[in-house]
């Protein structure tokens, strides 16, 4: 017997870790152990409560008893990934939606292939993502830029796009995906994703649920893959290589934020990408040059074609690229600078305005 602020500790059990529970995973991954109230029971019987027995009276949660529960901390670092090198992304960049019920975003699905040689020849994949269905929703899915170029430019055989799935136990929702790159046999069309390159799969558009009024807070928002939507059936984190599965490490997540109406997101690029093929290289350079002075094709965000950061677009910013990239020594050097952010990753710069970088003129998203 002890008064009611007293602390009560009580040993349930002990716990290990599972075999597979770091398969697709890397980094810290945190799991819960809580009490459960008339959620458990033994086939035939009544659901258990929780229940302290005090001076013959019972307590439980309806009479005021708090419970809690205890986060667990899984240390996945160092686990080979099942997958080989093969790393499921979302996305790009950061993504910013206005909650006006209006706004759409489309949110790319990549494949990368870490491994330093060779390739994997994909066959097909599932995933699920996640999300907060209060939130966001998928309108809808479709394939990816180099997902559309297969079988001739017709896309893979089968795919399929699930907008409204759910969890067993109807706690997580999201979108469920699955596509077969060819049906037939011999089964000799695959998506090659050589080492060090990544492949766009595909692309599911959001859009807020929910209205963020003019001169309101911003809200944040994640997504993220899962394997656990599909109903009593759940969905697989697969990657198919010569016709085995294969789990890729799906651990990334991506921080949306939804703006209130009214917001103007600032345009997104990486600077000194002149040929907007998403890196900085000497070939951007020359794409200067030839625009300059051999009426080549212009850099539709003129920003990005700013190098040196200093708002104009002249040979400086070509020069600036190559002593970058040309200079002796390791880069990055302390001789030649790197371009002023947002560099190497997408980003936004203060002044740039969406009539000089519209959408859809950069690789960021």
């Known amino acids: ?35 459960a109230h008339r959620e458990l029971a033994v086939p035939g019987s009544p659901p258990v409560d929780i229940n302290l ?56 699905v990549h494949l990368a292939n870490t491994d330093k040689a060779g390739k994997s020849d994909v066959q097909g994949w ?12 998928a309108l809808k899915g479709e394939p990816g830029a180099d997902a559309k170029k297969l079988n001739g430019g017709k896309g893979p055989d089968f795919v399929n796009y699930n907008l409204a799935d759910q969890s067993a136990d109807g706690k997580i929702k999201g979108v469920t995906v699955g ?76 921080e949306i934020t ?36 051999y009426s080549g094709p212009a850099t539709v965000c003129k920003a990005a074609a700013d190098a040196n950061g200093d708002g104009k677009r002249d040979v400086a910013d070509a020069m600036y690229v190559f002593q970058y990239e040309l200079q002796p020594g390791a880069t990055p050097s302390k001789l030649f600078p790197a371009p002023p952010a947002p560099f190497p990753a997408c980003g936004t710069a203060a002044g740039v305005i969406a009539s000089e970088c519209p959408d859809g003129s950069t690789t960021c998203s």
């Not at 017997?1 to 991954?29: L, R, T, W």
């Not at 893959?225 to 599965?245: A, N, S």
């Not at 345009?267 to 990408?273: A, E, H, L, M, V």
Request: proline share 5%; aromatic share 4%.
């Open 126 to 137: 599932s995933y699920g993502i996640a999300l907060d269905a209060e939130e966001l929703e």
């Open 53 to 108: 027995t005090v001076k013959g009276l019972s307590i439980g949660p309806d009479e005021g008893l708090k419970v809690t529960g205890t986060d667990v901390v899984v240390k996945c670092e160092g686990a080979p990934p099942p997958g080989g090198g093969l790393v499921l992304k979302l996305g790009k960049s950061d993504i910013d939606i206005v909650a006006d019920k209006l706004d759409t975003h489309d949110l790319e």
């Open 258 to 293: 939804l703006l209130p109406r009214g917001t103007v997101g600032a345009p997104k690029f990486i600077r000194g990408d002149a040929n907007n093929d998403a890196r900085v290289d000497i070939a951007d350079g020359i794409w200067i040059v030839n625009t300059l002075f």
């Open 1 to 35: 017997e002890a008064p009611v602020s007293d602390f009560f500790s009580m040993s349930i059990g002990s716990y290990k870790v599972k075999a597979n529970a770091c398969d697709g995973k890397s980094g810290d991954q945190t799991t819960k152990i809580q009490y």
């Open 179 to 254: 596509g077969v790159i060819e049906l037939d046999v011999p089964g000799t069309e695959v998506l090659s994703v050589a080492a060090g390159s990544m492949k766009h799969l595909d692309s599911i558009q959001l859009r807020s649920r929910k209205e963020i009024a003019e001169g309101g807070a911003s809200r944040k928002t994640t997504v993220k893959f899962t394997d656990k939507l599909g109903g009593d059936r759940p969905l697989e984190v697969l990657i198919v290589l010569g016709g085995e599965g294969s789990v890729p490490d799906f651990s990334d997540t991506k």
